[in-house]
């Protein structure tokens, strides 16, 4: 069974605003999640309210990318924006907590984004 | 408020035998149905390589034209896709859990 | 002003059943700042669709994390099934329905384990993972492993519950009730419990809501949220009511945990009593083209996976938003203001899964 799932798309500028107004609205934060498509970043929020799903969606392109932060309207924004930071390099404007990069500690810097993507090797670690 | 509200279950379990049963000297018996370790027998294989390419670990390794066949048991997740998919129905699980190994090598079957 | 001073709280600690930081800013006993440090068990789970394809994936999804496991393979494979619009037969929605609520009822009995571990109270940990063993055995009965379950697949499920079998089933988790009923009225009436649980880490109404909680945490906290209520498998055709207590502490959530294992005991034998006859999958013929939210519950809240294919078996994005990432915010709260002896039983009140969390 398939639910409804609303997609509004919205870029940078009026992100914040869109935001807002959901906020005011009694609509509370789900997940904020990044897809690659190659040269641009598609970002994810989503929304619920009494079951009611929304999406917000913007595309941004993936290198040296930068957003203004929710967390001054949703606090529980700062662990995912800092979460999406250290995998895929966007910077956000604003963030409450700022962690700079020392969230997750990974041995490739922005494993998840695209210039680590070109490197990415496709050999199997053997069992020694 | 009730101070004594664990008192009856610890006196229940005092005069009963404990719970926990003496392993290794009591061996654990498994439930029929469990998923304990891969059972091999090559008689009937055509070296098809279906276990191999449903595997979805790379623990099979099959060889047709060398024929051969061996195991990884510790990347082995015990899934059962193997068993289901063998058209010659030569793989099996058992319910008994394999013996602990001290190496990390593949076990040979042909 | 009184001084202040940073304690670092784990990763190893022996209260946390998984590795999460914690810098505790502490002004004599009072906890006045928590900063929370995640990504000690990242294993960038997300990236392996590439490698895998999606049918194989399952096997990854369900060792996301041990306890919820299940639910993991489940939603997976719900999200798989929506976008290649495959129509998974009713049995096999009800056979998930029956394990993932088992799954819930352990989940649940393992973490009372632990909270009474985490008070000190060894004794009642050990009974609460004793009546846990029943329904791990049922578990391992019906689909061959204890924890890591292996029985669902895109298309439907791979084992069968046969009548006897589930009559067994029936018939344990009658013991597992009369169990359960007799270690949760110590947690609920013991005085020493709740003089370690009541009026402690409250969360109040507009907090909760408005940090992102999920699960029992927000139940507790008066919300009547339960992703269950979508109707997602067979819950379209079974009739429960979220639990919730308004006061918000640590007391209130482990009641709804409590009362949680006896819903889903119901919940089970309802599955049992309407579980149609048929098949239990369906074949799966091409590749996920296509993109989907899934949300179910968890027995620690609401978990969200996003799903999109394009048309290759390899899925191009997956993306897991677990219960514990959306709870933190909200632990980070209820830790200002506590005292730092109480610290261990907040952590484990929002039931941390720290693997889920980073995956």
Redesign the interface.
């Known amino acids: 069974m398939r639910e409804e799932q609303p997609i509004v798309a919205v870029t940078p500028n009026t992100l914040v605003g869109e935001v807002k107004t959901l906020c005011d609205q009694g609509w509370r934060l789900v997940q904020i999640g990044v897809t690659s498509l190659g040269e641009l970043f598609e970002v994810n929020y989503s929304f619920d309210r009494d079951q009611h799903f929304l999406n917000l969606r913007l595309q941004i392109p993936a290198a040296g990318a930068s957003l203004p932060s929710i967390s001054g309207l949703y606090w529980c924004a700062f662990l995912y924006e800092n979460e999406i930071h250290d995998l895929f390099d966007v910077t956000f404007d604003g963030l409450a907590l700022d962690f700079k990069g020392t969230l997750y500690k990974t041995a490739q810097p922005f494993p998840f984004a695209n210039r680590a993507r070109a490197g990415v090797s496709t050999t199997v670690v053997q069992p020694v | ?3 004594f ?2 008192t ?3 006196m229940k ?1 005092l005069l009963r035998k404990p ?1 926990t049963s003496r392993y290794p000297f009591e061996p654990r018996q498994p ?5 304990g370790t891969l059972v091999v027998s090559l008689t009937d294989c055509t070296y098809c390589s279906l276990c191999a390419k449903r595997c ?3 623990a099979i390794e099959v060889n047709r034209a060398a024929k051969h066949w061996n195991i ?1 048991r ?2 082995c ?4 896709c193997c068993v ?1 998919t063998c058209p010659k129905k030569c793989l099996s ?1 058992q319910t008994a859990h394999g013996i602990p190994t001290v190496t ?1 090598d593949r076990e040979v079957f042909a | 002003m009184a001084t202040r001073t940073v304690i670092p709280f784990g990763p190893q600690h022996p209260v946390l059943p998984e590795p999460i930081h914690l810098d505790l800013v502490v002004e004599d006993e009072k906890v006045v700042e928590a900063i929370p440090s995640i990504g000690f068990i990242h294993r960038g789970l997300e990236r392996l669709v590439e490698k895998k394809d999606f049918t194989e994936f399952v096997f990854v999804a369900e060792r996301i994390c041990g306890i919820c496991s299940f639910i993991h393979s489940q939603s997976y494979c719900q999200g798989i099934e929506t976008i290649m619009g495959l129509e998974v037969p009713r049995r096999a929605h009800y056979l998930r329905t029956i394990w993932g609520e088992l799954s819930r009822i352990h989940s649940h009995l393992l973490w009372l384990g632990l909270m009474a571990d985490g008070m000190g109270f060894e004794s009642l940990f050990m009974h609460a993972w004793r009546v846990r063993e029943r329904v791990l055995n049922i578990i391992e009965s019906t689909t061959g492993g204890r924890v890591i379950f292996g029985s669902c697949k895109v298309g439907g499920v791979r084992r069968d519950i046969d009548e006897p079998a589930m009559q067994s089933l029936l018939a344990a988790l009658v013991e597992t009730e009369r169990e359960t009923r007799e270690i949760v009225q110590v947690f609920l009436n013991d005085s020493t419990v709740k003089h370690r649980l009541c009026g402690v880490g409250k969360l109040s109404r507009e907090d909760a809501y408005k940090l992102g909680c999920v699960g029992p945490t927000l139940r507790a906290s008066g919300w009547a949220q339960d992703t269950r209520k979508l109707g997602y498998a067979a819950f379209y055709e079974l009739t429960f009511q979220p639990i919730t207590r308004t006061e918000g502490d640590c007391y209130a959530r482990v009641a709804v945990r409590c009362d949680e294992i006896f819903q889903s005991i119901d919940l089970i034998r309802q599955a049992a009593a309407k579980i149609p006859a048929g098949e239990i999958a369906v074949k799966v013929v091409g590749n996920p083209n296509g993109e989907y939210f899934v949300r179910t519950e968890q027995p620690r809240g609401e978990v969200i996976y996003y799903l999109k294919g394009n048309g290759t078996k390899n899925l191009q994005r997956f993306r897991v938003r677990t219960p514990t990432f959306a709870n933190i915010p909200a632990l980070v709260k209820t830790l200002q203001g506590c005292n730092l002896a109480d610290v261990p039983l907040l952590i484990l009140t929002i039931d941390p899964c720290i693997s889920c969390t980073e995956r």
């Open positions: 408020m009730s101070l509200s664990m009856g279950l610890v379990w719970y439930l029929p149905g469990s998923r979805p670990t790379q990884d510790l990347r997740i015990t899934c059962n289901e699980m990390k």
